[in-house]
């Protein structure tokens, strides 16, 4: 069942479509109308024409180029910016993931599903396709790469926000002794959305997903809970140690980043949340054992019988070891699909010699590619890489970075 927000005087009721019937209320965060929008600037003609050519140079195209340019510069010169075609959209959003960098997981960029959300406008729509996306992307388990594009910046327009840095974070809420119940690295978001309104489970856990908040001029930010069933998680048990269970950890089966900006050949889409399946180390080298995240490090080692007293005993690797096992243990025993780092850094090599042969280079940053744990035991350590990124790609900002573990300030304030 739904958790339904509290709602004030005129907040409009939003519908989660596929959400078994259910009627989620919102909860308007900002009731005044915003001051005219900052007009985007117009396209760059360069890096529409490069993307393109790209475009049609790796793809069977009926349109002659020249046409197609023709047409891009028409639409730019005329309104400041230009509509991709589908297919142009599709295998944009697809290089973007070729070209990223940091993403160990990229033999498969060919495979990622792109829906088309670029006539959803509303704070609503959107919230309802993000929910449609994780039931799409989940799928029982075995999880599908997809990513879901709303619509661009434009003069015109200014695009939707989504606020959370994933479709699905866990709160962390504060103790008065300082401690934290929950995820650390979100406990500004969830003093933050607690002030809009949101009303954390009567029994809170270490495990509470957060309300999505999505923002667009026209309508101000917006509050959505996610319905529980839409919320896929993995119950954390360990392979041969029993009291593994004891701890009372879960997971959620699929990272949806929904706050990084997708820029295909001079348009800008910075809602375009997009997933690809868990390697075990996210989890459990970084989510589960970072120390200012859950911290677990410490007390699996206690739980082990491990000295502590000294580093020398490399207690923290050990018990490092068997929280990452825990992890790929129980998304196996659950069928939801996850990888090892050993596994993917092989297939990241097979991915390498891909691309070379397609005479391509492929940027790779190496401290995001060497896996947090056993680094010098995969192949991926041994050597150097091309760095330089070209787009399209997924990039990252300062304000949306901040919105994402702040809750604001608001993108049209
Ligand atoms: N590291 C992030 C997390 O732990 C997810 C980043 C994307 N990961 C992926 N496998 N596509 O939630």
């Given at each position: 069942?739904?958790?339904?927000?509290?709602?004030?005087?005129?907040?409009?009721?939003?519908?989660?479509?596929g959400?078994?019937?259910?009627?989620?209320?919102?909860?308007?965060?900002?009731?005044?109308?915003?001051?005219?929008?900052?007009?985007?600037?117009?396209?760059?003609?360069?890096?529409?024409?490069?993307?393109?050519?790209?475009f049609?140079?790796?793809?069977?195209?009926?349109?002659?180029?020249?046409?197609?340019?023709?047409?891009?510069?028409?639409?730019?010169?005329?309104?400041?910016?230009?509509?991709?075609?589908?297919?142009?959209?599709?295998?944009?959003?697809?290089?973007?993931?070729?070209?990223?960098?940091?993403?160990?997981?990229?033999?498969?960029?060919?495979?990622?599903?792109?829906?088309?959300?670029?006539d959803?406008?509303?704070?609503?729509?959107?919230?309802?396709?993000?929910?449609?996306?994780?039931?799409?992307?989940?799928?029982?388990?075995k999880?599908?790469?997809?990513?879901?594009?709303?619509?661009?910046?434009?003069?015109?327009?200014?695009?939707?926000?989504i606020?959370?840095?994933?479709?699905?974070?866990?709160?962390?809420?504060?103790?008065?002794?300082?401690?934290?119940?929950?995820?650390?690295?979100?406990?500004?978001?969830?003093?933050?959305?607690?002030?809009?309104?949101?009303?954390?489970?009567?029994?809170r856990?270490?495990?509470?997903?957060?309300?999505?908040?999505?923002?667009?001029?026209?309508?101000?930010?917006?509050?959505?809970?996610?319905?529980?069933?839409?919320?896929?998680?993995?119950?954390?048990?360990?392979?041969?140690?029993?009291?593994?269970?004891?701890?009372?950890?879960?997971?959620?089966?699929?990272?949806v980043?929904?706050?990084?900006?997708l820029?295909?050949?001079?348009?800008?889409?910075?809602?375009?949340?997009?997933?690809?399946?868990?390697?075990?180390?996210?989890?459990?080298?970084?989510?589960?054992?970072?120390?200012?995240?859950?911290?677990?490090?410490?007390?699996?080692?206690?739980?082990?019988?491990?000295?502590?007293?000294r580093?020398?005993?490399?207690?923290?690797?050990?018990?490092?070891?068997?929280?990452?096992?825990?992890?790929?243990?129980?998304?196996?025993?659950?069928?939801?699909?996850?990888?090892?780092?050993?596994?993917?850094s092989?297939?990241?090599?097979?991915?390498?010699?891909?691309?070379?042969?397609?005479?391509?280079?492929?940027?790779?940053?190496?401290?995001?590619?060497?896996?947090?744990?056993?680094g010098?035991?995969?192949?991926?350590?041994h050597?150097?890489?091309?760095?330089?990124?070209?787009?399209?790609?997924?990039?990252?900002?300062?304000?949306?970075?901040?919105?994402?573990?702040?809750?604001?300030?608001?993108?049209?304030?």
């Amino acid at each position: 069942m739904c958790s339904v927000f509290r709602v004030s005087g005129e907040a409009p009721e939003a519908v989660f479509s596929g959400g078994a019937g259910a009627a989620e209320r919102t909860r308007r965060l900002r009731p005044v109308p915003p001051p005219p929008p900052p007009r985007a600037p117009a396209v760059d003609l360069a890096e529409a024409e490069e993307f393109l050519r790209l475009f049609h140079a790796e793809n069977r195209v009926d349109t002659p180029i020249q046409q197609r340019l023709a047409r891009m510069r028409y639409e730019v010169d005329t309104t400041g910016t230009y509509r991709h075609t589908p297919d142009e959209l599709a295998y944009g959003a697809k290089v973007a993931w070729r070209n990223s960098a940091r993403c160990i997981g990229r033999l498969y960029w060919r495979s990622l599903k792109v829906r088309d959300l670029r006539d959803v406008h509303t704070v609503s729509g959107v919230a309802a396709h993000c929910v449609e996306h994780l039931r799409m992307a989940t799928n029982g388990g075995k999880i599908r790469p997809v990513i879901s594009v709303f619509p661009p910046e434009t003069p015109q327009r200014p695009a939707p926000r989504i606020w959370n840095e994933q479709l699905i974070r866990y709160a962390g809420y504060r103790n008065a002794d300082g401690s934290v119940l929950g995820d650390p690295r979100y406990t500004r978001f969830t003093e933050a959305v607690t002030g809009f309104g949101w009303r954390p489970p009567a029994a809170r856990s270490g495990f509470d997903a957060l309300p999505l908040v999505v923002e667009t001029r026209e309508e101000g930010a917006h509050m959505f809970a996610l319905p529980p069933d839409a919320v896929h998680e993995v119950p954390i048990t360990h392979p041969d140690l029993p009291w593994f269970a004891e701890l009372g950890l879960r997971w959620h089966g699929v990272p949806v980043i929904s706050n990084m900006r997708l820029r295909i050949g001079g348009i800008s889409y910075p809602a375009a949340p997009f997933n690809g399946w868990y390697m075990g180390t996210e989890i459990g080298a970084r989510n589960f054992g970072d120390t200012d995240r859950y911290n677990l490090v410490p007390v699996v080692a206690e739980r082990l019988g491990l000295d502590t007293s000294r580093e020398d005993t490399l207690w923290r690797d050990r018990a490092l070891v068997e929280l990452n096992r825990a992890v790929l243990h129980s998304y196996h025993q659950a069928g939801v699909t996850i990888t090892d780092h050993h596994t993917e850094s092989h297939r990241f090599l097979t991915h390498l010699a891909k691309e070379e042969s397609a005479g391509r280079k492929c940027p790779v940053d190496w401290s995001w590619i060497v896996p947090p744990m056993s680094g010098s035991q995969t192949p991926v350590f041994h050597r150097y890489y091309d760095t330089e990124a070209p787009g399209p790609n997924y990039y990252g900002d300062e304000d949306a970075t901040h919105r994402a573990l702040t809750g604001g300030p608001p993108a049209f304030a």
